[in-house]
Structures are given as structure tokens and as C-alpha cells.
């Protein structure tokens, strides 16, 4: 179908427009961003630095690590500019263009979380056989696997968006340029669209929750038939910053869900916690709440 769309570019209203509190809002978010970078990239830099953490739950870490560094980059200078220079205009090139790293890293978290859960899975349930299952050669195969299915996924997915007119309003009543503000401004949807969206939902929504709760449910199953205490402290140790990660990432996932369609400023709050607290959150779960990443840290210091 022929893009039929007759302007070149969207307008970015966030609900924060007030000249006044503009500065407010735009230091509140560059401190956010710094803070999050900062952490992150200490928690990589770490990781990097000490042979000890050369371990697959520390590429894993490590990778989410970047994934969080991403997630950030993507939305918030963008939106520090708009806040700074008063001009929400973003070109179509710039709105897909971030429409679709904004995708590749949301993609790459919602696996990585799966497979750090698969990896605890072993650690705890079939320890024996870790390092066979779960080698350095298998590690960056799922690493490279992971990335290059969330990159291919973000083009299926842009693309088809590119595809579908935009005969409303060019406005976005958002921060950032993402999937479900841009189907608003659309008057064509295509049949491929929604199979496409469906098999979306079922392959990085569904099947990651479920086999991770699976994972979890054997992993607790064998902790508690554990003898020791010592042993089993030591297990839930390993497995509770991961918890805590998915827990809070799922449950934000969760109440976007329950957002009434309506609610742009609910949506905006939403989207400004999903892309920039809890990326700054989870190095910071890491770093309290996983010994060897404490002591690494402390080492530096």
C-alpha cells in the first residue's frame, strides 16, 4: 500500500509543555540519564575488568547492562532538546528512525530477561552440566542470536508501519516517537499488521513470561528440597536480584495494559518509567543485591 501521508513531519507534545516548569522537567531527566549511564556503565566496566566475573551470569548482566544504557540514549536527549529549544517538530526520518533502536532494545530486554532466567535454571537445577550447556561459544551465540532477532523484529516492525497512511493528526501526545502513538495517527491498518502484532505479543510477551515463571517454579522446587540452609540462602542469592529485575519489569508491563486507551498523561507517566527509572533501577538491584557485582565494586573503589 502507497504511503499516503501529505506532511513530513510529527509534532512531540508531552503533557509537560508549561514554559515554566520546561527547566524543571529537563534537569529532572538529564540528572535521571547521567545517573543511569553512570551505574550501568560501572557495572560493565567491572565486569570487563575482573577475571572472576567472566562468568555467562555476568554476560548476561553485562548485556543488560547496555541494553539500559540504550534504552535511555534512544528517548531521553531527544527529549531534553525539545524541552531546551522549545521545538517538538521531529522529522519522519527521526521519528522512525527512533521508533526503531527504541524497538531493537526493547526487543533485546524482554529476551535477555528469558535467558537469564534459563541460565539460572541450570545453574541451580542441572549444575553438573552449567559450563557444558551454557560455554562461552554457546553465550555468544545467544548474545548474537538475541541482538539480531531484535534488530530484524524492529524492521519487520517499522516497516510495516511505514506502510500504513497517516491521515490524522500528525500530533503525538507523547515524550518520544513510539509504536502506539503512531498508529493513532493512521487511517489504514493492514491485515499483515495485526498477524504481525499478534505474533509479536506471542513471541517476546508470552513465551518469555511463560517459560521464565516455568523456570522459576522448577528452580524454587529444587531449593526447597535442600538440606542446608546455608545452601539454600546461597540459591535464592543468586536467583533474587533476576527476580526482582523481572518482577518489575513485567508488573510495569503489566499496568500499561490496564491504562485506559484514553489516558494519554497515565501513558506518558508509564512510558517515562518503562524507558528511563527502571533502566537507571536495575544496575542498581545488581549492584545491592548481587555479591560478586558488590565486591567487584567495592574493589574499584
Same mark, same amino acid.
Given at each position: 500500500?502507497?504511503?499516503?501521508?501529505?506532511?513530513?513531519?510529527?509534532?512531540?507534545?508531552?503533557?509537560?509543555?508549561? $514554559?515554566?516548569?520546561?527547566?524543571?522537567? @529537563?534537569? /529532572?531527566?538529564?540528572?535521571?540519564? &547521567?545517573?543511569?549511564? *553512570?551505574?550501568? #556503565? +560501572?557495572?560493565?566496566?567491572?565486569?570487563?575488568?575482573?577475571?572472576?566475573?567472566?562468568?555467562?551470569?555476568?554476560?548476561?548482566?553485562?548485556?543488560?547492562?547496555?541494553?539500559?544504557?540504550?534504552?535511555?540514549?534512544?528517548?531521553?536527549?531527544?527529549?531534553?532538546?525539545?524541552?531546551?529549544?522549545?521545538?517538538?517538530?521531529?522529522?519522519?526520518?527521526?521519528?522512525?528512525?527512533?521508533?526503531?533502536?527504541?524497538?531493537?532494545?526493547?526487543?533485546?530486554?524482554?529476551?535477555?530477561?528469558?535467558?537469564?532466567?534459563?541460565?539460572?535454571?541450570?545453574?541451580?537445577?542441572?549444575?553438573?552440566?552449567?559450563?557444558?550447556?551454557?560455554?562461552?561459544?554457546?553465550?555468544?551465540?545467544? $548474545?548474537?542470536?538475541?541482538?539480531?532477532? @531484535?534488530? /530484524?523484529?524492529?524492521?519487520?516492525? &517499522?516497516?510495516?508501519? *511505514?506502510?500504513? #497512511? +497517516?491521515?490524522?493528526?500528525?500530533?503525538?501526545?507523547?515524550?518520544?516517537?513510539?509504536?502506539?502513538?503512531?498508529?493513532?495517527?493512521?487511517?489504514?491498518?493492514?491485515?499483515?499488521?495485526?498477524?504481525?502484532?499478534?505474533?509479536?505479543?506471542?513471541?517476546?510477551?508470552?513465551?518469555?513470561?511463560?517459560?521464565?515463571?516455568?523456570?522459576?517454579?522448577?528452580?524454587?522446587?529444587?531449593?526447597?528440597?535442600?538440606?542446608?540452609?546455608?545452601?539454600?540462602?546461597?540459591?535464592?542469592?543468586?536467583?533474587?536480584?533476576?527476580?526482582?529485575?523481572?518482577?518489575?519489569?513485567?508488573?510495569?508491563?503489566?499496568?500499561?495494559?490496564?491504562?485506559?486507551?484514553?489516558?494519554?498523561?497515565?501513558?506518558?507517566?508509564?512510558?517515562?518509567?518503562?524507558?528511563?527509572?527502571?533502566?537507571?533501577?536495575?544496575?542498581?538491584?545488581?549492584?545491592?543485591?548481587?555479591?560478586?557485582?558488590?565486591?567487584?565494586?567495592?574493589?574499584?573503589?
Amino acid at each position: 500500500m502507497k504511503n499516503e501521508s501529505t506532511v513530513t513531519f510529527f509534532c512531540v507534545l508531552p503533557f509537560f509543555t508549561e $514554559t515554566r516548569s520546561k527547566p524543571f522537567v @529537563a534537569a /529532572f531527566f538529564f540528572l535521571i540519564y &547521567v545517573v543511569g549511564v *553512570l551505574i550501568n #556503565s +560501572s557495572i560493565i566496566t567491572v565486569i570487563f575488568l575482573k577475571v572472576n566475573l567472566h562468568k555467562p551470569m555476568y554476560l548476561f548482566i553485562c548485556n543488560l547492562s547496555i541494553v539500559d544504557i540504550f534504552y535511555t540514549s534512544v528517548t531521553v536527549p531527544k527529549l531534553l532538546h525539545m524541552l531546551l529549544s522549545g521545538n517538538h517538530v521531529v522529522s519522519f526520518p527521526q521519528c522512525y528512525t527512533q521508533l526503531y533502536f527504541f524497538l531493537v532494545v526493547a526487543a533485546s530486554e524482554e529476551t535477555l530477561l528469558f535467558v537469564m532466567a534459563y541460565d539460572r535454571y541450570v545453574a541451580i537445577c542441572n549444575p553438573l552440566h552449567y559450563h557444558r550447556i551454557l560455554c562461552w561459544r554457546n553465550c555468544i551465540l545467544i $548474545t548474537v542470536g538475541i541482538w539480531s532477532l @531484535a534488530i /530484524f523484529n524492529s524492521f519487520l516492525l &517499522v516497516t510495516l508501519i *511505514l506502510f500504513m #497512511s +497517516s491521515c490524522h493528526s500528525n500530533v503525538i501526545h507523547q515524550f518520544f516517537c513510539d509504536a502506539k502513538s503512531l498508529t493513532k495517527t493512521t487511517c489504514t491498518t493492514t491485515q499483515m499488521f495485526f498477524v504481525f502484532m499478534s505474533l509479536e505479543i506471542l513471541i517476546f510477551a508470552f513465551i518469555p513470561i511463560m517459560c521464565t515463571i516455568i523456570s522459576y517454579v522448577k528452580i524454587f522446587s529444587v531449593i526447597f528440597k535442600m538440606k542446608s540452609i546455608e545452601s539454600q540462602k546461597k540459591a535464592f542469592s543468586t536467583c533474587s536480584s533476576h527476580v526482582t529485575v523481572i518482577t518489575i519489569y513485567y508488573g510495569a508491563g503489566l499496568v500499561s495494559y490496564l491504562i485506559p486507551p484514553y489516558s494519554e498523561v497515565l501513558d506518558t507517566i508509564f512510558n517515562i518509567v518503562y524507558t528511563t527509572l527502571i533502566p537507571m533501577i536495575n544496575p542498581v538491584v545488581y549492584s545491592l543485591q548481587n555479591s560478586g557485582i558488590q565486591s567487584a565494586l567495592l574493589g574499584l573503589v
